[in-house]
T-cell receptor
Framework: GAVVSQHPSRVICKSGTSVKIECRSLDFQATTMFWYRQFPKKSLMLMATSNEGSKATYEQGVEKDKFLINHASLTLSTLTVTSAHPEDSSFYIC?????????????FGEGSWLTVV | AQKVTQAQTEISVVEKEDVTLDCVYETRDTTYYLFWYKQPPSGELVFLIRRNSFDEQNEISGRYSWNFQKSTSSFNFTITASQVVDSAVYFCALRKFGNTGKLIFGQGTTLQVKP
């Protein structure tokens, strides 16, 4: 079946540095990908919609300059957390909607645990 | 506005018991999709089911069954003869029909199945 892969699965970075998380659709093309954030024992909150070849659409309250999203190809979207702070520590998970398939099932990546120290 | 409510924050059962996870949703759309996902401690989201709003047939898959009641805007999930491996957080989610794929998640229900 469809596979969406995220990398890295776990990352620890120092405050003030930037960290990039990749989301890849491995066997289908995804014109649209989504980035979610999940705090411990909380629900998933949509951060932004990533559109291939165009700017991402951010949800209200999400700082676009802090969470940079790039969707350079039909199989890759990246989330860069810039100038990371401890409060950015969270579980980030992406999802992708297939371009070629039924398009009604959203496939999720395995998620990435970010710890900012 | 769209909203999904999972009123049960945590449920604890003993193995082999049946358990039902509640999901109530709000939407002004006449057509939409409903989903259930399982999130084990490792974090990944495991897709369980997708239901179209125009299909109110209940579904059974092994020990899992889903009861979709459009009249009460509910999409409840029942696990029969629960097992320890069922322990996880379960999310109900709503998506607009024809939408690019944005999901609105409920708060999640943590299910603990004790041996």
């Amino acid at each position: 079946g469809a596979v969406v892969s995220q990398h890295p699965s776990r990352v620890i970075c120092k405050s003030g540095t930037s960290v990039k998380i990749e989301c890849r659709s491995l066997d289908f093309q995804a014109t649209t990908m989504f980035w979610y954030r999940q705090f411990p024992k909380k629900s998933l909150m949509l951060m932004a919609t990533s559109n291939e070849g165009s700017k991402a659409t951010y949800e209200q309250g999400v700082e676009k300059d802090k969470f940079l999203i790039n969707h350079a190809s039909l199989t890759l979207s990246t989330l860069t957390v810039t100038s990371a702070h401890p409060e950015d520590s969270s579980f980030y998970i992406c999802s992708a909607r297939s371009r070629d398939r039924e398009g009604n099932t959203i496939y999720f990546g395995e998620g990435s645990w970010l710890t900012v120290v | 506005a769209q909203k999904v409510t999972q009123a049960q924050t945590e449920i604890s059962v003993v193995e082999k018991e049946d358990v039902t996870l509640d999901c109530v949703y709000e939407t002004r759309d006449t057509t939409y999709y409903l989903f259930w996902y399982k999130q084990p401690p490792s974090g990944e989201l495991v897709f369980l089911i997708r239901r179209n709003s125009f299909d109110e047939q209940n579904e059974i898959s092994g020990r899992y069954s889903w009861n979709f009641q459009k009249s009460t805007s509910s999409f409840n999930f029942t696990i029969t003869a629960s097992q320890v491996v069922d322990s996880a957080v379960y999310f109900c989610a709503l998506r607009k029909f024809g939408n690019t794929g944005k999901l609105i998640f409920g708060q999640g229900t943590t299910l603990q199945v004790k041996p």
